[in-house]
């Protein structure tokens, strides 16, 4: 049944359980189609693209979910979710810095004018 959501919400859970985070966010993409108000869907595909290193765009995902929950249970699990991706961002933003080089500058104008005045 190509239009039954449960059957994109379970496929998308057993894609993340067995590590395939691209196919249970495609999944979980073709259920919030179905259902765009339901946490759910948005849920899932925020856990996949967490797992993906798509912070940015789990976070966007994981608060639509968070605008769409009902339930205080579950709002406590979506806000977890934002919660740990927000730290793995600023892990990855943190490791990028450090590894980006510092800019180079260029000292050779300054030494030639230093060796010309002597």
Same mark, same amino acid.
């Given at each position: *049944?190509?239009?039954?959501? #449960?059957? /994109? *919400? @379970?496929?998308? +859970?057993?894609?993340?359980? @067995?590590?395939? =985070? +691209?196919?249970? &966010?495609?999944?979980?993409? $073709? !259920?919030?189609?179905?259902?765009?108000? =339901?946490?759910?869907?948005? /849920?899932? #595909?925020?856990?996949?693209?967490?797992?993906?290193? #798509?912070?940015? *765009?789990? +976070? &966007?995902?994981? %608060?639509?979910?968070?605008?769409?929950?009902?339930? !205080? $249970?579950?709002?406590?699990?979506?806000?977890?979710?934002?919660?740990?991706?927000?730290?793995? @961002?600023?892990? $990855?933003?943190?490791?990028?810095? %450090?590894?980006?080089?510092?800019?180079?500058? =260029?000292?050779? &104008?300054?030494?030639?004018? %230093?060796?010309? =005045?002597?």
């Amino acid at each position: *049944e190509p239009d039954n959501p #449960l059957n /994109y *919400e @379970l496929r998308s +859970i057993v894609h993340s359980r @067995l590590g395939n =985070d +691209i196919s249970a &966010a495609e999944d979980a993409r $073709k !259920y919030i189609k179905l259902r765009p108000r =339901d946490q759910r869907g948005h /849920y899932l #595909l925020g856990c996949s693209l967490m797992h993906q290193g #798509l912070f940015e *765009e789990a +976070i &966007a995902s994981l %608060s639509e979910a968070l605008r769409n929950c009902t339930k !205080y $249970k579950d709002r406590m699990q979506v806000k977890e979710a934002v919660a740990e991706c927000k730290v793995l @961002l600023e892990k $990855k933003e943190r490791e990028h810095k %450090s590894m980006t080089p510092a800019p180079h500058v =260029d000292t050779s &104008a300054a030494t030639n004018q %230093s060796a010309v =005045d002597v």
